[in-house]
């Protein structure tokens, strides 16, 4: 099966790229499954009720997350009560909504996803590799088809978690820098891995936002407002194909596609 998962998608013209691209890369591609990261899709930080449920439209199976999602306090009660929209499953007993499901994608075949927030120059939360492999072993009694948003700055803790879960998930991809690696592979027990599949919006900006403002707060070190660049949007992602039986992946390739390239 294949399976198709988006990058972080930033703002009004993310969301217009993933209504104008994805059917077409679906179409193309024969996806099975779609997985985008949605916690920058209302202006750049956050996600509402109503931004989450056009994503859905727009033909994505699920969307994680990550620090962001609290952003938009109207987002609590979807997390209580949609399944498809979930936040870091690492936030400690307590937090709003859920981090992992199994879902059943085109032809009934089950696949799991977790969501997990990294440790390093972000927030304390609790452990991303405990909580992960608790989290695996649970999924691996329905299906062996998981894949892992890990959602983190550092380069060195995503390239950790692979190692650790090597053949025990599909495919674990980076969500958080906005910024495509170019290092996917499948490590050596069968786990596809990229550290971080990119950013759905503007790349003409910094990672989203207006250059000049990110230049303004840089040289002068006072509070300036960030507001969504425009130019040049594009698709960032990947590509997943994963054995049914086995869970094992067997193929990963990025996705680029620019809005009306």
């Given at each position: ?6 990058g ?26 779609v ?51 979930l ?10 909504g ?80 906005h ?25 003409d ?10 230049l303004?707060r840089?040289?002068?070190g006072?509070?300036t ?8 949007v ?9 054995d ?5 992946a ?12």
């Open positions: 099966m294949k399976i198709l998962f988006l972080d998608i930033v703002g009004s013209p993310g969301r217009k790229a993933v209504k104008e691209l994805v059917p077409a890369i679906k179409k193309k591609e024969k996806i099975d499954f997985i985008g990261n949605g916690e920058n899709a209302a202006g750049g930080s956050g996600v509402t009720p109503d931004i989450a449920k056009e994503l859905f439209s727009y033909g994505l199976d699920v969307i994680t997350s990550g620090d962001h999602i609290w952003k938009k306090k109207e987002i609590v009660e979807m997390l209580d009560g949609e399944d498809r929209l936040r870091p499953a690492n936030y400690p007993a307590g937090a709003h859920k981090g992992w499901g199994v879902y059943s994608a085109k032809g009934g075949t089950k696949v799991g996803v977790i969501n997990l927030v990294g440790r390093v120059f972000m927030e304390c939360v609790d452990c991303p590799f405990k909580v992960g492999r608790e989290l695996v072993e649970k999924i691996r009694k329905d299906t062996p088809i998981i894949l892992i948003d890990m959602h983190a700055e550092a380069t060195s803790e995503k390239i950790a978690l692979v190692w650790y879960l090597d053949g025990e998930v599909s495919a674990i991809l980076g969500t958080h820098t910024v495509q690696t170019a290092d996917e592979r499948i490590y050596p027990k069968g786990t596809a891995f990229l550290t971080d599949l990119g950013m759905v919006g503007p790349h900006s910094v990672i989203g936002r207006k250059a000049e403002q990110i303004t840089f040289i002068t006072l509070p407002r960030f507001e969504m660049a425009e130019e040049n594009q698709l960032n992602g990947a590509i997943i194909t994963v049914e039986k086995t869970g094992r067997l193929e990963i390739k990025r996705v680029n596609e620019k809005l009306g390239g």
